[in-house]
């Protein structure tokens, strides 16, 4: 069985266990997400989007 979820889906989920069991303040979590939203109009998404989608891919790993 195959389950596939979108990156944004685990990133979530992991941001909601670290405020909710670590104690994480929920407005460290909104300005690492507007960095990461501002990042993203950058010169450097193409070389972030390419190093998550290898790392995604080495994970994943071949399923031929």
Excluded: C, Q
């Excluded at 407005?27 to 070389?47: E, K």
Aim: net charge positive; charged share 10%.
């Amino acid at each position: 069985m195959t389950v596939s979820l979108p990156l944004v889906v685990v990133l979530g989920l992991v941001a909601w266990g670290a405020v909710k069991y670590l104690g994480v303040r929920i407005w460290i979590v909104v300005v690492i997400a507007l960095f990461g939203f501002w990042l993203s109009h950058t010169f450097m998404a193409p070389a972030i989007e390419n190093g998550t989608r290898s790392g995604v891919n080495i994970i994943n790993g071949s399923h031929d």
